[in-house]
T-cell receptor, first 112, second 108 residues
Framework: EAQVTQNPRYLITVTGKKLTVTCSQNMNHEYMSWYRQDPGLGLRQIYYSMNVEVTDKGDVPEGYKVSRKEKRNFPLILESPSPNQTSLYFC???????????FGSGTRLTVV | QKEVEQNSGPLSVPEGAIASLNCTYSDRVSQSFFWYRQYSGKSPELIMSIYSNGDKEDGRFTAQLNKASQYVSLLIRDSQPSDSATYLCAVYGNKLVFGAGTILRVKS
C-alpha cells in the first residue's frame, strides 16, 4: 500500500529533551515536507526537501532540524523542544514540485 | 491579507443538497490548486486537483477555477453525512500554501 508512515503517533515530552519524529514514504517521491497544524492557523510548512541532501526552510523553521540522507526518509528533529512546539505534525510527500501531497497519519506532540 | 482565504464556517447543508466551498488566493502566478478533506483527528486527504481555468468533475465533486478572479471552489453534489469534515484549499505558486479550512456539516 502506498503510504507515508510517521512515528510516533503521540508523544509527550519535557522541555529541552531532544526528540526525533520519523517519516518514511514508499512511493519513490522526490518531494517531502513537514507541516504543523494549530487551531486557527491551519497548516504551516516547517521544512521541505526536493531530493536527497536538498532541504530548505519553510515558513516556521525555528527550533526544528531535518535531514534527507535517503530518498524515502525525512526525519524531523527537535533538539530542545519548548511548550510552543506543542502541535499536530504531519509529514507529506509528492512526486512533483507542484503536485498534491500525500500526508502521513500525524504526530501529536505535547511539550510540558 | 492572507495568501489563501477560506470562510471558516461551519457551512451547514441538508443531506442531498449541493455544498459550495470557496477559496480565494493572492498570488497571481499560482499554477496548481488542490482541495483536501480532513476528518477530525485525521490527516488531510487529497480529493481534487485543478490546473487550468474551468471545471473539473470527479464523481460527486466538481472543482472550479477562475484565475482572473483568483478564485477556486469545490462543489459537492448529493451531500452525505459522511462528507462532514474540514475542507482545505491549497494553492501552489512558488510554494504550497494552505487555507485554514472550511468546516462542512451535512445534516441528515
Amino acid at each position: 500500500e502506498a503510504q507515508v508512515t510517521q512515528n510516533p503517533r503521540y508523544l509527550i515530552t519535557v522541555t529541552g529533551k531532544k526528540l526525533t519524529v520519523t517519516c518514511s514514504q514508499n512511493m519513490n517521491h522526490e518531494y517531502m515536507s513537514w507541516y504543523r497544524q494549530d487551531p486557527g492557523l491551519g497548516l504551516r510548512q516547517i521544512y521541505y526537501s526536493m531530493n536527497v541532501e536538498v532541504t530548505d526552510k519553510g515558513d516556521v523553521p525555528e527550533g526544528y532540524k531535518v535531514s534527507r540522507k535517503e530518498k524515502r526518509n525525512f526525519p524531523l528533529i527537535l533538539e530542545s523542544p519548548s511548550p510552543n512546539q506543542t502541535s499536530l505534525y504531519f509529514c507529506a510527500s509528492s512526486p512533483i514540485l507542484a503536485g498534491g501531497y500525500t500526508f502521513g497519519s500525524g504526530t501529536r506532540l505535547t511539550v510540558v | 491579507q492572507k495568501e489563501v482565504e477560506q470562510n471558516s464556517g461551519p457551512l451547514s447543508v441538508p443531506e442531498g443538497a449541493i455544498a459550495s466551498l470557496n477559496c480565494t488566493y493572492s498570488d497571481r502566478v499560482s499554477q496548481s490548486f488542490f482541495w483536501y478533506r480532513q476528518y477530525s483527528g485525521k490527516s488531510p486527504e487529497l480529493i481534487m486537483s485543478i490546473y487550468s481555468n474551468g471545471d473539473k468533475e470527479d464523481g460527486r465533486f466538481t472543482a472550479q477555477l477562475n484565475k482572473a478572479s483568483q478564485y477556486v471552489s469545490l462543489l459537492i453534489r448529493d451531500s452525505q453525512p459522511s462528507d462532514s469534515a474540514t475542507y482545505l484549499c491549497a494553492v501552489y505558486g512558488n510554494k504550497l500554501v494552505f487555507g485554514a479550512g472550511t468546516i462542512l456539516r451535512v445534516k441528515s
